[in-house]
């Protein structure tokens, strides 16, 4: 048996590779990524098709592949066809980042794979991660009982919150079929899938009229609440937008808070795109009393500029989270956990549906403490910017109309034509756009119009590429006649 077990253990170390080989194994990964930032300067943001062999479960098999070689695989199967996230030109959707540290504190969580969820298990990743959290708690000038939970992203941190909003307001199968939420038609279809998942289909779903900005009209929130009460149903939670992701408005959290407070409503605030404005002046002057939410979700994989996989539910109570997620285990009956004391130390897997879970916190904590928050700040104020002189900009083209001025650093416009349908000529106009390449934007359909849309956020984003898509519109549109 010995001699069994000795065999396949000379098989099995080879998942440990030598001190040498781990050099050369970053080495050459490091290459890798240099020459894939060298490449970006010039590639074009988008293309959707540069040719690739396509990968499938059959390349995984017994052999041992080069690393050499698997880097080039990655290179031509991966950073390859659609949007490219290492030049500056993305504006379309929501972009995303990915500072550099970021990568690095991935690097780390990966290879001490120490566990963050219980702080018996590693103090000093769960501390980390309350560190992370309760920065965020105090940009969003959330009090001392407030506390969250970093997640894989702003859907999974919906979900969290919405699921905390249910169990706080009893909201059980019973009262279900009363329950009334209100929303815009703005609001994100992750909240959809949220309350799908939380057994929550069948609450009431209140769509709230807009002003001209796409902000949620309050005075019509406070109509629907109180005929849904004259008529005996529940009015349970309010979801307002902290920037929507159609185009970047703002509700008003103040007046949303009030009409909560008056009426007993949970207030949830979707800050996944927006959040992180609050980084800057101009983006806190906006933003207003985001503090009077009983949940935020923000994503770090956005307004931070994170890599994909970063995102935060905040509760400005966070007994509410702990209600909702802390369970207990026998086998687990060694480890020390807040359920027990209230003054345990902060265990992300109390706060979490999540278990073992990706060791979230350096990707954030290194980026943050290596730059210091200066070049955040500027970053997200530059974007401001960015999106309020490009809307001034489009808007003297000729042909040219642009939407409502930016709450935050999206910016929506249309081309009109002097004759010929408006929406064909648009869609034209984006697959022209498309066909350059070098910048990427997206449309959407506002008050029933098929509408052009550009998105500033990536730190990489500056004022060349706005630059470059005000050229390219005059070029295209020039073009389309
Ligand atoms: C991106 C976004 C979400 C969803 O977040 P993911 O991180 O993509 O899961 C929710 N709400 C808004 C406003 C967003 O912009």
New binding site residues.
């Given amino acids: 048996m010995r001699d069994k077990i000795r065999a396949l253990q000379n098989q099995s170390s080879r998942l440990e590779p030598s001190p040498d080989q781990r050099r050369e194994m970053a080495d050459l990964t490091w290459a890798s990524t240099e020459s894939m930032f060298a490449r970006a300067a010039t590639a074009r943001t988008y293309d959707p098709d540069p040719g690739r062999q396509g990968l499938d479960a059959s390349l995984i098999t017994e052999d041992p592949v080069p690393l050499e070689a698997l880097l080039r695989e990655f290179d031509e199967e991966v950073d390859s066809a659609g949007i490219r996230l290492t030049t500056g030109g993305h504006l379309g959707y929501?972009p995303g980042g990915g500072v550099y540290p970021a990568a690095l504190g991935d690097y780390l969580a990966a290879c001490s794979n120490r566990y963050s969820g219980v702080a018996f298990a590693c103090p000093g990743a769960a501390e980390m991660e309350h560190a992370l959290v309760r920065w965020m708690c105090n940009l969003a000038g959330y009090p001392k009982q407030a506390g969250g939970d970093l997640t894989s992203?702003?859907?999974?941190a919906?979900l969290s919150a919405l699921v905390a909003a249910r169990d706080a307001h009893g909201i059980d199968h019973e009262t279900i079929p009363q329950a009334c939420l209100y929303l815009t038609d703005q609001a994100?279809h992750?909240i959809g899938s949220a309350l799908h998942v939380a057994g929550l289909s069948a609450v009431q779903r209140r769509i709230v009229p807009m002003d001209s900005r796409h902000r949620m009209d309050t005075t019509f929130l406070r109509r629907l609440v109180e005929s849904d009460r004259a008529s005996g149903r529940k009015p349970w939670l309010v979801i307002g937008?902290a920037?929507?992701?159609d185009t970047g408005a703002v509700d008003t959290a103040g007046q949303l808070a009030d009409i909560c407070s008056e009426y007993g409503l949970w207030f949830h605030l979707?800050a996944?795109?927006g959040g992180f404005f609050l980084l800057c002046e101009e983006g806190r002057a906006v933003l207003g009393e985001v503090q009077r939410a009983d949940s935020i979700?923000m994503?770090p994989?956005?307004g931070l500029g994170l890599p994909f996989g970063s995102?935060a539910v905040l509760v400005r109570n966070r007994r509410h989270l702990a209600d909702s997620y802390r369970y207990y285990a026998d086998y687990m009956q060694d480890a020390i956990r807040s359920e027990r004391d209230e003054d345990a130390p902060y265990s992300p897997a109390d706060y979490s549906l999540e278990l073992s879970r990706h060791f979230r916190g350096p990707r954030m904590w290194l980026p943050l403490r290596l730059f210091g928050l200066k070049p955040f700040r500027a970053a997200l104020a530059e974007k401001m910017w960015l999106a309020r002189y490009f809307h001034r900009e489009v808007g003297k083209l000729p042909g040219f109309e642009a939407g409502p001025s930016p709450d935050l650093s999206i910016a929506t416009f249309r081309y009109l034509p002097r004759d010929g349908d408006a929406e064909s000529s648009n869609r034209r106009l984006l697959k022209a756009i498309h066909d350059d390449g070098q910048v990427f934007i997206t449309s959407t359909r506002l008050n029933g119009q098929f509408t052009l849309r550009m998105a500033a956020l990536s730190f990489r984003t500056h004022l060349e590429h706005i630059d470059y898509l005000l050229e390219l519109l005059i070029n295209k549109a020039a073009a389309l006649n």
């Fill in positions: 929501i992203g702003g859907s999974a919906t994100h992750c937008s920037g929507t992701t979707d996944a795109y979700v994503d994989h956005k995102g």
